[in-house]
């Protein structure tokens, strides 16, 4: 019994090792490329000898752990670095996967950490000529500088009609994550056209290479163009509304009436000072010893409110006020109308795109080499784990074993820190950081991204402006939904309007007018005030 429950033991132990070596083979041969950096890098990848990238690599850990990468060492170079693989890469068929890590340890102000997947030599450049000229098939990575913030994805296609590579971006992609944590980029290329972006493990983006809605230029022109050769009719009218020809200036319109008259009821207060002036010369002002009169003039003393109107509702000459007037009509303007000879907005016919193509799948290029091509305003740039890989399940495998622990031990550090610097308040507005960022991803507010990531920017340099900035973020949020739900609803006009309703109307918008010139002279005075503030008083009484 027990020697065969001895040859049964051995039995499972081969097949273990047996199914160790084949899942191991399968893997292995699921992986393309792989590069670590354990070792280092000289010899292996050519530094570009262009005269301007200046920056220098080095072969360093990453902060806190043993585990070696590629570093970008000084602030505000250049650099170009890049790796011949052993193998091309094929991505016309199955999945490929591009992945790898960057840590920016002191921080993202301005700078690209992104990759160059670049096309076979036969294309036309040199390892140790390599800079950003040179031809690539994909770029793919973090970019963030003033307004960019985002995970390029760029295909560069080569057109099958005019023979010529043009570079397709994709649309609305994620945002560089706002920390010195190390983060594992992802872009899995399906068969079925689709393309994912992953940060961290977490599906960012999916887009299709053939949707015209994910790429910019799509990569299959349209099928119809507007015709260059049509021009817009000589009469052709594109006014909705137009004045009514038939409405008359009614005879009571006096549109000289001023806007504003004296007000004949108000009266002087009593004990205003008519002959004291609102300001006198600085009894306690001495003329300066130095004072030449021949070279700087008769001098004359500053003045100072006078103290005698201090009790007083006001001294100078008194004006009476000013008062809206009830004639005031302003410039009569007839009602507009439904115009009969309305067309609509021209806009030239379309016709068929001699540049239109129609496409089953993308025309990649093969990927020959991985270049690191960038300009940078910081260092502590460390790149790792570069990966190109047949499997998504490799992929994920590798952000386990190689990515994941470095991650938590980071996170759990800076944690520690921000708690100690501020009793977890950072803590806070990290969470608060990383929401309005997922916010300014959302698709709708596209428009309003380079404002909001600004505001971010801003707020994360002054940690004391996080409420402020969240209340802006959501201002701009509920604003554009507004605009979405309301925004294209407009109340219709009559089509013709009597004469008493157009007087009322055009009064109304005149009176609306006058407000918004009476808020501006309130401004003005306002203003004036703070420099004369007892003398602008007594003047409006």
């Not at 790796?83 to 690209?112: A, F, I, M, P, S």
């Not at 309130?522 to 703070?530: G, I, R, V």
Request: aromatic share 10%; hydrophobic share 35%.
């Amino acid at each position: 019994m027990e020697e065969s429950k001895r040859k049964i033991g051995a039995q499972y132990a081969l097949m273990l090792l047996a199914c160790c070596f084949f899942s191991q083979l399968y893997a292995s041969s699921d992986v393309k490329f792989y590069e670590s950096f354990d070792e280092a890098f000289d010899g292996r990848w050519i530094v570009s000898e262009k005269e301007e990238y200046s920056g220098v690599w080095k072969h360093a850990k990453s902060e806190g752990h043993d585990d070696y990468g590629l570093l970008v060492s000084e602030k505000a170079r250049k650099y170009a670095i890049v790796k011949e693989l052993d193998n091309v890469v094929d991505l016309k068929d199955g999945t490929v996967v591009l992945q790898y890590e960057v840590r920016l340890q002191d921080g993202h102000e301005c700078g690209g950490a992104y990759l160059k997947y670049l096309r076979p030599q036969e294309a036309g450049w040199t390892a140790k000529g390599f800079d950003n000229e040179s031809p690539y098939t994909i770029m793919f990575g973090p970019d963030k500088c003033g307004s960019t913030n985002k995970v390029h994805f760029i295909l560069k296609h080569k057109n099958p009609k005019s023979g010529e590579y043009v570079e397709h971006h994709l649309k609305f992609p994620p945002s560089v994550p706002a920390d010195k944590l190390t983060h594992v980029y992802t872009a899995v290329l399906k068969p079925n056209n689709d393309v994912l972006i992953l940060v961290d493990g977490e599906e960012k983006k999916k887009a299709n290479f053939l949707s015209s809605d994910d790429f910019e230029p799509p990569l299959i022109p349209a099928e119809t163009i507007p015709d260059p050769e049509d021009k817009k009719p000589e009469d052709w009218d594109e006014r909705a509304k137009i004045p009514d020809p038939d409405a008359k200036k009614p005879d009571d319109w006096d549109e000289d009436a001023p806007m504003e008259i004296e007000d004949e009821e108000a009266e002087k207060p009593e004990g205003w000072l008519d002959d004291e002036p609102e300001e006198v010369d600085d009894p306690e002002a001495t003329k300066p010893e130095d004072w030449d009169d021949e070279e700087d003039g008769e001098w004359e003393a500053p003045k100072i409110d006078n103290p005698k109107c201090e009790a007083a509702p006001g001294c100078g000459e008194w004006k009476r006020p000013m008062k809206r007037n009830p004639a005031y009509k302003g410039k009569w303007h007839a009602p507009l109308i439904d115009n009969p000879n309305y067309k609509g907005i021209w806009k030239p016919r379309d016709i068929s795109n001699p540049d239109h193509f129609e496409l089953d799948k993308p025309n990649f290029e093969p990927i020959a080499a991985i270049g690191i091509e960038i300009w940078t305003m910081q260092d502590g740039m460390l790149f790792d784990n570069i990966l190109i890989a047949s499997d998504e399940k490799v992929a994920e495998s590798y952000r386990k074993t190689a990515w994941k622990p470095k991650f938590d031990v980071e996170k759990e550090k800076q944690k520690a820190v921000e708690e100690a610097e501020s009793g977890g308040l950072k803590g806070y507005q990290k969470v608060v950081f990383d929401l309005l960022y997922k916010v300014a991803d959302i698709p709708f507010l596209s428009k309003h991204k380079v404002k909001v990531m600004e505001l971010l920017e801003k707020a994360e340099k002054q940690p004391n402006l996080t409420v402020g900035v969240l209340v802006s973020v959501v201002v701009v949020v509920f604003s554009v939904l507004l605009k979405l739900i309301f925004g294209g609803k407009k109340q219709q006009q009559p089509a013709r309007a009597s004469a008493e309703t157009v007087t009322e109307k055009t009064d109304g918008a005149e009176t609306s007018t006058s407000n918004s010139q009476a808020t501006e002279e309130k401004e003005e005075q306002s203003e004036d005030a703070a420099a004369a503030p007892r003398r602008r008083t007594r003047r409006d009484n």
